[in-house]
């Protein structure tokens, strides 16, 4: 479709007009709402600021959007996100996200359970779900619009891109009332002429670290996985980008992460003919001084073009799209126990409604088979499919605007 138009005070400015940061401005924080007009009679959205004032749908209204719009998300149950939604990720009106995890994000060192007679408790907490380190992955990568596709970003995907676009989705995410964009590092493009600065600012990002009051917070690094070496000590850990600022690890721990991610490390030395990224998110404390060790870590694989994959299979499908120059979302799974469930791909230039693209691949679990030939089953007859055992059926056609 054309460039986004907002209504706003009565007049329409398209997404790139000059005079739309300045209407922006007379309007921030108002009761003044824009209005997307990608449907008839719009979406109501709100204005944010970051570097630029920035219009952003409102909390659940995606799905309300055109497909071809840059506002439009998949509706909640289409990914794992519906299960975590209103109970791990709750949403304020006007965007900000308070996220429940399952990690400690601050420890106490030598605290003690207490001993003694059981006391009467004076409230009862309801137990909610959390959640893990790989679904807070997947919601950044959504929210930063890493797991959407249009002809627009082809060339455009680097680590300039992945470390600016991963702080800013962090800015409005709280955990236990901290702003995740605080602990987040996402490392710099790695320049040799540069690298002094770059280390200098990453000391002074993770100098949070520090423990303080007695309290040992925590921070998280995001980035790709290039290698573990072995030490006297453990394992070194290195992340592409962070070439003199390995993360820690004891051996026995980085065992279990390669039984547990197995088939994600494997996936790059698999015969795709497709490059594959293994992306890390390493919840990390301070050993001593500017030693960095890992607590929890968590890995996902991606396309080249950072488009998380939930494994091989997908890639055919991801560049194939991405050669045929469509447009798409891909839904992410979350913490939910199956992605089979879930369309592969949502095939967003096709119309008034994304149409559902599904893989079935061989090497599935059988469990994982059947989900997906009943989730097939459940859809449209003329439902796209494709057996990876088989040729890829042509795409529908694309709706042109």
């Not at 030598?110 to 380190?133: C, F, N, T």
């Not at 003199?244 to 721990?253: Q, R």
């Not at 795709?272 to 001593?288: E, P, W």
């Amino acid at each position: 479709m054309d460039a986004q138009r907002f209504s706003i005070k009565g007049r329409v400015f398209k997404a790139d007009d000059a005079l739309l940061q300045a209407i922006l401005a007379q309007i921030h924080e108002t009761p003044e709402r824009p209005r997307c007009l990608c449907v008839s009679g719009g979406v109501e959205m709100y204005v944010a600021h970051h570097t630029k004032f920035v219009v952003k749908r409102m909390p659940e209204t995606g799905s309300l959007h055109h497909p071809g719009c840059p506002s439009f998300e998949p509706a909640l149950q289409q990914s794992g996100l519906g299960e975590l939604m209103g109970d791990a990720v709750l949403e304020s009106a006007l965007g900000n996200v308070e996220l429940r995890v399952n990690f400690a994000w601050t420890r106490m060192p030598g605290r003690s359970i207490p001993h003694g007679e059981p006391q009467e408790a004076p409230e009862v907490e309801v137990p909610h779900r959390r959640m893990s380190l790989r679904a807070l992955m997947h919601f950044l990568f959504e929210r930063a619009g890493f797991n959407r596709w249009s002809p627009a970003m082809q060339g455009k995907r680097n680590q300039g891109v992945l470390h600016k676009y991963l702080l800013e989705a962090a800015e409005e995410v709280s955990i236990k009332g901290v702003v995740l964009a605080e602990r987040l590092y996402v490392p710099e493009p790695f320049s040799e002429t540069t690298r002094v600065s770059e280390a200098q600012r990453r000391r002074e990002k993770l100098a949070v670290l520090r423990s303080r009051a007695g309290l040992s917070p925590a921070a998280i690094v995001m980035g790709e996985f290039k290698v573990s070496e072995v030490t006297p000590l453990g394992r070194r850990v290195w992340i592409k980008h962070m070439p003199d600022a390995p993360l820690l690890i004891s051996a026995k721990a980085w065992k279990r992460i390669e039984r547990v991610f197995a088939a994600l490390f494997e996936a790059r030395d698999a015969d795709t003919g497709h490059k594959v990224r293994l992306v890390m998110a390493a919840l990390i404390r301070a050993r001593r001084e500017d030693t960095y060790e890992i607590d929890v870590a968590s890995l996902m694989l991606t396309s080249e073009h950072w488009i998380p994959v939930e494994g091989v299979h997908e890639l055919p499908l991801i560049h194939a799209l991405v050669e045929q120059q469509r447009r798409f979302v891909k839904p992410l799974r979350y913490d939910a126990k199956s992605a089979a469930a879930f369309p592969n791909v949502l095939l967003l230039d096709v119309g008034e409604a994304p149409v559902p693209l599904h893989v079935v691949s061989t090497f599935m679990d059988p469990k994982e088979q059947a989900v997906k030939v009943s989730a097939l089953k459940a859809c449209d007859p003329a439902v796209w499919g494709w057996q990876t055992s088989e040729s890829m059926p042509a795409f529908p056609v694309r709706e042109r605007s």
